[in-house]
């Protein structure tokens, strides 16, 4: 059973176009972020809002500063360079650059072998 749920999709929440990108949240990122919350909020549900509303502000914040969150560095080890992130807490938001779009790509908790997750996933 869920104890929390996001009253809309999150990717359709309406991004405003303040800065020079438009924000883009793929359904991988918004159901890393949703498995997320519904975690934490089985403990507190107010910690679990104010985790999602943390996570959202940063990555509403790429509008003006795309270039913020550094290159992943497991990806660089491969060179690898397209593909940044920022970390917010325990959590790494995973994202890339086109043109004047930002993709947010996952929501992964930094703790877990970020490698092996991204393997399990390219291989799906």
Same mark, same amino acid.
């Given at each position: ?5 996001? !009253? ?11 800065? !020079? ?17 519904? #975690?934490?909020?089985?403990? !507190?549900? =107010? ?6 509303? @943390? ?11 795309? =270039? ?26 995973? #994202? @890339?650059?086109? =043109? ?25």
């Amino acid at each position: 059973m869920r104890n929390f749920t996001l !009253s809309t999709k999150f990717w359709e929440f309406p991004t405003f176009f303040q800065g !020079s990108h438009k924000i883009f949240w793929t359904k991988t990122a918004v159901e890393d972020l949703e498995e997320i919350i519904e #975690y934490i909020s089985i403990e !507190s549900i =107010d910690i679990a809002i104010k985790q999602y509303e @943390k996570i959202k502000a940063a990555a509403s914040k790429l509008d003006s500063f795309p =270039d913020r969150g550094r290159i992943i560095p497991e990806l660089q080890k491969q060179n690898i360079y397209k593909y940044r992130e920022l970390i917010i807490g325990p959590w790494r938001v995973m #994202y @890339k650059i086109e =043109d004047n779009k930002v993709y947010i790509l996952a929501v992964i908790d930094g703790r877990r072998n970020i490698e092996e997750i991204l393997m399990k996933r390219h291989l799906r």
